[in-house]
């Protein structure tokens, strides 16, 4: 037998919060890790949102880390409680190196979650957990592809259709700024509210902004498009690894006949390259929406991605899907609001769906 391949035994337990440093590294390190595994971001969302960050790890015998898993402690009056990794992240799960080490880590979350009273756990990706959990495969799409050399190489490299909008938006006379100063934050919140409003869905606490740009530090920024000095579209972007993740984007009502999302999409490329990156992790998008259609006109493939849940006996399953029918009625008389309004109370939803 090939000792090689037997997993040493490890222990779990949580971390403490000195140890923020050795997790960052070890999410660093594994091939398999994304910024949404970071201590970083589980503290931005737990402090920007009003919520609970807790950090599982798990350690072989010499004290070396074997796994990590960052959980996000979700309380909400309408959405109901659960642990997710992470929170408002479209990625986390298990972080491990063996199958046994990521089922020890999964075991240990679920014992989490009923000491916490959560009836469910939500594991967007990572490692499989093991025969208890339910696998939900195919309902979601992820879309990365690798940067091209330079702008004209990534003209060519869009498909004929986009490629069409991506130049009419650049005979248009538009702004493209970068920066993450009160200003880029102002103008960033204004433009993606007014976005998600139009969508019918409520906009996150301008705190959630705030804290990932301040604990991200220079792996964060916003880059904004303005017409006459107004800004008509920003997006939130992190910078990983070689990879830029456009995360939280939009553009106001006028963007459209501007094509100042194009706009901006085509100069984040150009910006995230000039920062040394290689690869455009455009998100994830439901499959067969509008969304999943925009990205795969700009030349990003679709690949499924794989999340995992566990639900306690006799409970229903939380239901934060805006595409669901139950919220059909909702997210349109949303889209009526007025955006003060909209504004006003969107947060306090949006700070429970996680």
Avoid at 84 to 112: I, K, P
Avoid at 297 to 318: E, M, S
């Amino acid at each position: 037998m090939n000792m090689a391949l037997i997993e040493r035994p490890v222990a779990v337990r949580a971390a403490t919060p000195g140890e923020a440093a050795r997790v960052t590294e070890f999410v660093d390190a594994h091939p398999d890790g994304t910024p949404f595994h970071l201590p970083a971001w589980n503290e931005a969302v737990a402090q920007g949102c009003g919520q609970r960050a807790h950090l599982l790890i798990a350690e072989h015998g010499d004290g070396s880390l074997a796994g990590v898993l960052p959980l996000t402690e979700i309380h909400s009056p309408l959405f109901g409680r659960a642990l997710v990794s992470t929170g408002f992240a479209v990625g986390g799960g298990v972080l491990a190196g063996g199958a046994g080490v990521a089922r020890d880590l999964a075991t240990a979350a679920w014992a989490l979650a009923e000491r916490l009273s959560c009836p469910s756990v939500e594991l967007r990706g990572g490692d499989a957990p093991g025969a208890k959990w339910q696998v939900a495969s195919g309902h979601h799409l992820g879309h990365v592809r690798d940067l091209a050399a330079d702008d004209d190489a990534e003209l060519l490299a869009i498909p004929r259709k986009q490629r069409a909008e991506v130049r009419k938006s650049l005979d248009f006379d538009l702004e493209v700024a970068v920066g993450a100063d009160a200003r880029a934050r102002r103008e960033h919140y204004a433009v993606y509210a007014e976005s998600v409003r139009n969508l019918g869905t409520p906009v996150f606490p301008a705190s959630l902004f705030a804290e990932v740009l301040d604990r991200f530090g220079d792996a964060a920024d916003i880059l904004t498009v303005r017409h006459r000095g107004v800004a008509v579209a920003s997006v939130l972007s992190l910078y990983w690894r070689g990879t830029v993740y456009p995360y939280w984007g939009g553009g106001t009502h006028s963007a459209r006949a501007l094509r100042a999302n194009d706009r901006m999409y085509f100069a984040l490329m150009g910006h995230a390259r000039a920062r040394g990156c290689t690869r455009f992790d455009f998100g994830r998008s439901k499959v067969g929406s509008g969304p999943a259609a925009f990205k795969r006109n700009w030349g990003f493939a679709g690949q499924p991605l794989t999340y995992f849940t566990r639900t306690a006996d006799g409970a229903a399953p939380r239901e934060i899907n805006p595409l669901s029918p139950k919220y059909r009625l909702q997210i349109a008389a949303w889209q009526r609001l007025p955006l003060p309004v909209a504004n006003a109370i969107g947060p306090w939803i949006a700070r429970g769906l996680g």
